[in-house]
C-alpha cells in the first residue's frame, strides 16, 4: 500500500508490490492476517494528509504499541494544529521515557503561561533527556514566577543541559543551542558570541 520495501520483491526484483501482494492472498486465503498497520498512519501523517491527526493521537495513546512508535506519532503530531497539543501534553506523563522527551521537545509551540503549568513539572523527571530538554523549553517561560524549590530544579536541569551542549562543543549544532536558550533568557552578548562561533563552525 505504501511502497516499502518488502522480502519479496527483494529477491523478486522485476516483480511489483501487488505481485507480491496477489501471492500472498493466493498462498493464506481470505482468512490471513489483514489488521491495520501503523506504519500506514506514519506514511499518512508524513505525507501532510489532515486525517492522520486523529489516527497519530489513538497510536500515542495505545499502549500495546512499541514506544519508539508511539515517539514516532508524537513528533509527526507537531506538524499539525494546536487542536492536537492536549494529546502531545498527556504524552509528558507516558511511562516510557522516550515518548515523554519526545513529547517535551515539541511544547516550545505552548503560550509562555502553558509552558510554565506543563513543563515545570518536568525539570525533576528522573530521566536526564527529559529534564534538559524541560529546561531548554523553559527558557521560553517567565521563569521568575517559578517557586523557589521549582526554580532550583530548573537552574540544575538547565546547567546539565548546558553541560551536554558543550560535551558537543566541536559541532556547530551544540553552540547553536547554547545561543537559542541565551538568547531565551535574553542574555545577548553570549548569544552573539556563540551564534558567531556556530557561523565560523559551520558558516
Not at 30 to 37: K, P
Request: aromatic fraction near 4%; glycine fraction near 4%; include cysteine.
Amino acid at each position: 500500500k505504501i511502497g516499502t520495501p518488502n522480502a519479496c520483491t527483494t529477491c523478486h526484483k522485476e516483480k511489483t508490490p501487488q505481485w507480491a501482494a496477489d501471492a500472498v492472498a493466493k498462498w493464506f486465503g481470505a482468512n490471513r492476517r489483514q489488521e491495520s498497520h501503523y506504519g500506514e498512519v506514519i506514511a499518512a501523517a508524513r505525507a501532510g494528509k489532515a486525517e492522520a491527526a486523529s489516527k497519530l493521537i489513538a497510536l500515542v495513546r495505545d499502549a500495546n504499541i512499541p514506544a519508539i512508535v508511539r515517539a514516532t506519532a508524537v513528533q509527526l503530531l507537531r506538524s499539525y494544529g494546536p487542536e492536537v497539543n492536549q494529546a502531545i501534553i498527556d504524552a509528558t506523563k507516558d511511562p516510557d521515557p522516550l515518548v515523554r522527551v519526545t513529547a517535551v521537545d515539541g511544547l516550545d509551540r505552548l503560550t509562555p503561561d502553558e509552558k510554565l503549568s506543563v513543563v515545570a513539572p518536568l525539570v525533576s523527571d528522573p530521566i536526564r533527556a527529559v529534564r534538559i530538554q524541560a529546561a531548554r523549553v523553559l527558557t521560553g517561560a517567565p521563569i521568575d514566577r517559578l517557586e523557589p524549590a521549582r526554580r532550583q530544579e530548573f537552574e540544575s536541569a538547565l546547567a546539565e543541559y548546558k553541560l551536554a551542549q558543550i560535551y558537543n562543543a566541536d559541532m556547530p549544532s551544540g553552540i547553536l543551542n547554547l545561543a537559542l536558550i541565551e538568547t531565551n533568557l535574553k542574555q545577548f552578548d553570549s548569544a552573539v558570541e556563540h551564534y558567531k562561533t556556530a557561523i565560523r563552525l559551520d558558516p
